[in-house]
Antibody, heavy 125, light 110 residues
Framework: QVRLQESGPGLVKPSQTLSLTCTVSGGSIKSGGYYWNWIRQHPGKGLEWIGNIYYSGRTYYNPSLKSRVSISVDTSKNQFSLRLTSVTAADTAIYYC?????????????????WGQGTLVTVSS | QSMLTQPPSVSAAPGQKVTISCSGSRSNIGNNYVSWYQHLPGTAPKLLIYQNNQRPSGIPDRFSGSKSGTSATLGITGLQTGDEADYYCGTWDSRLSVGVFGGGTKLTVL
């Protein structure tokens, strides 16, 4: 059974870059045709999809974050990573990594069958 | 403001049935597959339903999903206190090329 674990700083200063890594265990990040996703949840709010990456490097990003976000993959370490630049307090959230099934041609779909436990990132000076 | 609209809360007694609605538009629910998640605060969300009405292995048949037009519904029968959680619908929006979630519905089992 695949497991995902987020890691990274829990506190980031405003205007700096948020960097998180998701380590995948119990399966290869290259197998199964999955896309690897980042999702966040602002305090007391719902879920927000940030973007995803295929092991080949193909990415899709939320248009509302596209100018600030970058997702990369390291297949040798079975990890993928998130970078979010120029953060503000509005980026304070619990960040989840998740394995996704992704169909981009209609009927399209994206669903997440394995999730990490989430990591709280606070943006504050 | 979420692109998908869910009721903020629903409640029912143990053993009863509850439904949670999720309303969208043609570019998301109307043309694409819907999924549903159960989320207990402090834990990882759990996939309950994918492709509108499919259950992953290990999810009991008390949980069901359906879709009609631009709306989807999650049904839960035989409610248990352990079902108290937040429930989210999700899908892909083809017009904006973005994954979208509903705002979430808090289920209370009275």
């Amino acid at each position: 059974q695949v497991r995902l674990q987020e890691s990274g700083p829990g506190l980031v200063k405003p205007s700096q870059t948020l960097s998180l890594t998701c380590t995948v265990s119990g399966g290869s990040i290259k197998s199964g045709g999955y896309y690897w996703n980042w999702i966040r949840q602002h305090p007391g709010k719902g879920l927000e999809w940030i973007g995803n990456i295929y092991y080949s490097g193909r990415t899709y990003y939320n248009p509302s974050l596209k100018s600030r976000v970058s997702i990369s993959v390291d297949t040798s370490k079975n990890q993928f990573s998130l970078r979010l630049t120029s953060v503000t307090a509005a980026d304070t959230a619990i960040y989840y990594c998740a394995r996704g099934n992704f169909i981009v041609v209609e009927p399209a779909g994206i669903w997440f069958d394995s999730w990490g436990q989430g990591t709280l990132v606070t943006v504050s000076s | 403001q979420s692109m998908l609209t869910q009721p903020p809360s629903v409640s029912a007694a143990p053993g009863q049935k509850v439904t949670i609605s999720c309303s969208g538009s043609r570019s998301n629910i109307g043309n694409n597959y819907v999924s549903w998640y159960q989320h207990l605060p402090g834990t990882a969300p759990k996939l309950l339903i994918y492709q509108n009405n499919q259950r992953p292995s290990g999810i009991p048949d008390r949980f069901s999903g359906s879709k009609s037009g631009t709306s989807a519904t999650l049904g839960i029968t035989g409610l248990q206190t352990g079902d108290e959680a937040d429930y989210y619908c999700g899908t892909w929006d083809s017009r904006l090329s973005v994954g979208v979630f509903g705002g979430g519905t808090k289920l209370t089992v009275l």
